[in-house]
């Protein structure tokens, strides 16, 4: 930039090296002195600070001083090629903008624009099918229908019916189709039919959707996805209430890179320190993109209890579910878990109570603690403690050790003296 320019852009990277985001004071005082030095000198300054960077709390620091500033956008990378932008409030060369969040791709130039939602020849049909409802036979479930409902006996079936659907309702099952022709058919109706459709997907027979399938069918284009502890008669209420409804959940992402995110890691049970924080890495990162919801959970044991001793790799059921142990502490990464489950999932990990093994717990519930978390494992100076053994018991401080007893046979004395067995 040459001196006395005027009302250029001066772009400043790695602002957070050399503004103080991680002190509440020190982040005002320095974010006040530039936009006053920006004033003098009629500069417009972009400061971009990597919000991996900073942890949570320089983060709700940033946000909370940004009121100094003449904007403050939050970008993140959320696939491959696409982005969202989310603005706090921005004011620029045009009108001022208020808090809003856009999803920004590449255009055939290489230049990032922003993704338009809907064809406007999608868009403009007229829905004359609103009170329409298509449904399988399997999500009843043996109830009785309303009689404006139009049943069929299976998937192809309904999606060769509802091609050319407008507002109608389209209700799924998961009891008769597989995991893949299911998203397909989802997929499939979202991208025909635009917006206005109603896609749900009823939990059927024995088929229970894990948290990463189901929010891989949101993410495809179903509007909502019905538990099977839900009662028929109010899964019809459901229905009726969302009539009105526009699905908002659009994401541009390809279909099989929704897959590939939706899928949990392919290893099970404990890894060592530096391939645990690797796979658990790339874990998070692939399934942040159709926010899948998973939680690490950090234990400190209770004295005489080395990390390793509290885990049994065995007990490691689901896909997906790691641990692992430095000389600290021992980590848990459940995959697809939300905070609320970590209870129940910590019962079926240890065969005796947490409280009894652990001095603390850390619950990591986001990707952006999770990463940070793992980048302290990282750092550890010996993250090597040795493997724990295969079916090996949780030990606990406060209970006696469990020895294996054997049955020895009974014997006493006749009335010679000699012993025999009972």
């Known amino acids: 930039m040459r001196r006395g320019d005027e009302n250029e852009l001066l772009v400043l990277g790695n602002a957070e090296k050399y503004l103080g985001f991680d002190r509440p004071d020190a982040a005002s005082r320095e974010l006040r002195a530039a936009t006053q030095w920006a004033e003098e000198k009629r500069r417009c300054v972009l400061l971009l600070a990597n919000r991996q960077r900073l942890d949570m709390a320089a983060q709700a620091i940033l946000?909370?001083?940004?009121?100094?500033?003449?904007?403050?956008?939050?970008?993140?990378?959320?696939?491959?090629?696409?982005?969202?932008?989310?603005?706090?409030?921005?004011?620029?060369?045009?009108?001022?903008?208020?808090?809003?969040?856009?999803?920004?791709?590449?255009?055939?130039?290489?230049?990032?624009?922003?993704?338009?939602?809907?064809?406007?020849?999608?868009?403009?049909?007229?829905?004359?099918?609103?009170?329409?409802?298509?449904?399988?036979?399997?999500?009843?479930?043996?109830?009785t229908p309303p009689p404006q409902w139009q049943l069929y006996d299976d998937l192809p079936a309904l999606t060769a019916a509802a091609g050319g659907a407008v507002a109608a309702t389209v209700l799924l099952d998961t009891g008769t189709s597989q995991r893949e022709t299911l998203a397909d058919a989802v997929s499939g109706l979202r991208r025909q039919c635009g917006s206005r459709l109603k896609i749900l997907v009823r939990e059927s027979g024995n088929r229970r959707l894990r948290r990463n399938e189901e929010q891989l069918l949101l993410q495809l284009g179903a509007n909502l996805v019905l538990p099977a502890e839900l009662r028929f008669a109010s899964a019809v209420s459901l229905i009726h209430a969302l009539q009105p409804a526009v699905y908002q959940r659009r994401n541009h992402l390809e279909p099989q890179i929704l897959r590939n995110a939706s899928l949990p890691p392919t290893d099970r049970g404990y890894l060592p320190p530096a391939r645990f924080a690797e796979m658990v890495r790339k874990t998070v990162q692939r399934s942040g993109a159709i926010q899948i919801s998973s939680t690490l959970v950090i234990l400190s044991p209770a004295g005489g209890i080395r990390p390793w001793e509290m885990l049994a790799p065995d007990r490691f059921r689901r896909t997906g579910d790691l641990c692992t142990a430095d000389t600290l502490q021992a980590y848990l990464f459940l995959f697809a878990c939300g905070e609320a489950d970590v209870p129940a999932a910590l019962r079926n990990q240890f065969s005796l109570p947490v409280t009894d093994l652990a001095d603390s717990e850390t619950r990591c519930p986001d990707n952006a603690s999770i990463l940070q978390a793992l980048t302290r494992l990282e750092n550890q100076p010996d993250p090597s403690p040795p493997r724990p053994r295969d079916g090996a018991r949780a030990a606990s401080a406060k209970g006696p050790a469990h020895v294996a007893l054997r049955r020895l046979p009974l014997r006493r004395r006749d009335k010679d003296g000699e012993t025999i067995d009972v």
Not at 73 to 88: D, F, M, N, P, R
Not at 106 to 135: K, M, N, Q, T, Y
């Open 63 to 143: 946000a909370k001083s940004a009121n100094l500033c003449a904007g403050l956008a939050l970008a993140q990378k959320i696939g491959t090629g696409v982005y969202s932008w989310q603005t706090e409030h921005w004011m620029g060369a045009g009108a001022a903008a208020e808090a809003q969040t856009h999803v920004l791709g590449h255009d055939v130039s290489g230049a990032l624009r922003l993704l338009r939602e809907e064809p406007d020849a999608l868009a403009a049909r007229p829905a004359l099918d609103l009170f329409l409802v298509h449904a399988t036979r399997s999500s009843l479930d043996g109830n």
